[in-house]
């Protein structure tokens, strides 16, 4: 399996409008490895982490790095703040934090050694949203494998 790696400064999101989010494609799925939060105001923020069955409008493609330089592209896709609602699956993943009210305060969210399965399909995907409240810009990552 290949690893990969992307990131970005995302906007504010909301309670339905992913920050960042990973998709498959309708034959390659993807098995996260790492999500990685950081808020970058002086306010706090609650965010969680959901599945989703549904694409809506997707934010702007990240660039996915290669974690060796002989691997193939990536072919899940990961995308920053969507603009419109994407519809999340009834079951909700159960990673939840709060990120205090500091520049940098963070989680780093890990999964294990068989890692979060993203499943093959061009409309199914994994995404970091606003548990409740308000949004903040928050610096994210996400690492995966093919």
Avoid: C
């Avoid at 990240?62 to 999340?88: F, M, N, Q, R, Y």
């Avoid at 979060?116 to 995907?125: F, M």
């Amino acid at each position: 399996m290949a690893r990969y790696s992307s990131g970005v400064l995302t906007g504010a999101g909301s309670t339905t409008l992913p920050i960042i989010s990973l998709y498959g494609t309708a034959s390659v799925g993807a098995r996260i490895r790492e999500i990685g939060l950081t808020n970058t105001t002086s306010t706090a923020v609650a965010l969680k982490l959901i599945r989703l069955v549904a694409t809506g409008t997707q934010g702007a493609a990240l660039v996915e790095a290669k974690h060796d330089i002989e691997s193939g592209a990536a072919v899940a896709t990961a995308v920053t703040t969507h603009t419109v609602d994407p519809t999340a699956s009834a079951v909700d993943l159960g990673y939840r934090a709060s990120l205090g009210a500091a520049v940098g305060a963070g989680v780093i969210w890990t999964f294990g050694d068989t890692g979060l399965r993203v499943q093959p399909a061009t409309t199914s995907g994994i995404g970091v949203i606003v548990e409740n409240g308000t949004g903040q810009a928050t610096q994210a990552y996400i690492v995966w494998d093919e």
